[in-house]
């Protein structure tokens, strides 16, 4: 996007490459591209700080593995007339006519395997080491969803062609902030029952108020916003977590 207008927030990566990686490509070819494609230069504002941790998850003793969870794979059952395939509950599907989902910041409404694994990729993430993200990434078809395309074999490595530096740090900057934001509960009492970060993965952009649009420029810039209206729905990073507490997914695209 040319002329992309500076936003006080930090860098979030151009739509244009999100949607590019939306579609299946060699690995190879993602870990080439990844550091040559421009990235927005925000500065980044500060943020309040999560909740604090539970005992599980404190700060220098690094990240241990969940205690073990059903992961059992979402239901892909749909509506006639629609095509499901694994992963789409990581795609943006807004019925305009439904009614708006409950946005959440009180993290103590959370399940607690939910909260508990929204803190360890937390803690994860402020430690700068994106190893410490590789124990809570479930393994196999049932693991977490990185990508509507082919990641590899090794999901950290997957992640680093993300990242606009080596090492990943600017990715777990972008989880960080999206677990910053409000969450939403989505398809209640359902197999397919999520809680989804940020929240505004759940409503229609043309029903984000004035506020709500601030807390979105904290992660996406004006200029990527404006190419979201065309879809009508946010398309950038987003977390998913099941109510048992298996990290669903961190997507971004269409």
Request: net charge negative.
């Amino acid at each position: 996007m040319n002329g992309m207008p500076k936003s006080p927030q930090w860098r979030a990566l151009s739509l244009a490459w999100l949607l590019s990686l939306a579609v299946a490509a060699p690995a190879g070819l993602l870990a080439g591209a990844a550091p040559a494609l421009a990235l927005s230069e925000i500065g980044r504002e500060e943020l309040p700080a999560p909740a604090t941790p539970g005992n599980d998850a404190r700060p220098g003793i690094g990240v241990p593995t969940p205690d073990p969870i059903e992961t059992t794979t979402p239901s892909t059952d749909e509506p006639d007339g629609q095509e499901g395939v694994p992963g789409d509950i990581a795609r943006p599907g807004i019925d305009e006519d439904a009614p708006l989902p409950e946005i959440v910041y009180n993290l103590d409404r959370l399940p607690e395997p939910v909260r508990r694994m929204r803190d360890l990729i937390v803690e994860a993430a402020r430690s700068g080491d994106i190893e410490k993200l590789r124990p809570l990434i479930g393994p196999g078809e049932g693991g977490t969803q990185l990508s509507f395309g082919a990641t590899g074999e090794d999901p950290i490595a997957f992640l680093k062609t993300l990242s606009g530096d080596a090492e990943g740090q600017e990715i777990l900057a972008i989880m960080e902030e999206v677990l910053s934001a409000g969450y939403v509960k989505l398809d209640p009492g359902t197999p397919n029952e999520l809680y989804v970060w940020p929240y505004f993965f759940g409503i229609p952009l043309d029903r984000l108020d004035a506020r709500q649009r601030v807390e979105l420029f904290k992660i996406v810039t004006a200029g990527d916003y404006e190419d979201m209206k065309a879809f009508g729905t946010y398309i950038f990073y987003r977390i998913g977590i099941t109510p048992e507490g298996r990290w669903a997914f961190f997507v971004a695209g269409d």
